[in-house]
């Protein structure tokens, strides 16, 4: 579960964005709701911080990839899922840029997978890394 847990969500197919959002919300968390690349930036500055942004990869103006690079640059190290249902052999390497605390799901996924994807992003961010854990990449969670 993810009771209390403040997650941002961004993807600009209405339908997608309301599912996800009510998925997460019934799993007990506190989700926010952006319909562009502009609007989680937004979102992020003005009702931050946020313990997980579940994103979709392609969106107007600017992706979820590049508006979490934004964030990344601006310091934010928060956790992100980033969602596609492109198949393109540079999307994992595009996530893994954004850090070990990044993972890729790729559409379509069943509420299960993101509900793993999410508990196992937030579960890393609260563990201790060891010195001798060798750098896993990016987790690809459904294909």
Known sequence: ???????LVADDDAELLEAVGDALRGLGADVTRASSGAELIENLAEKGPFDLVVTDL????????QAMHAARTAGLGTSVLVMTGLRDDTI???????????????????????????????????REPKSDEPDAGVQKVAS
């Open 92 to 126: 994992p390497a595009r996530v893994r840029a954004l850090g070990e605390n990044a993972a890729l799901l790729q559409k379509p996924f069943t509420l299960r997978e993101l509900e793993t994807a999410a508990t196992t992003l937030l579960a890393q961010r609260n």
């Open 58 to 65: 392609a969106m107007p103006w600017m992706t979820g990839v």
């Open 1 to 7: 579960m993810l009771s209390g847990t403040r997650v």
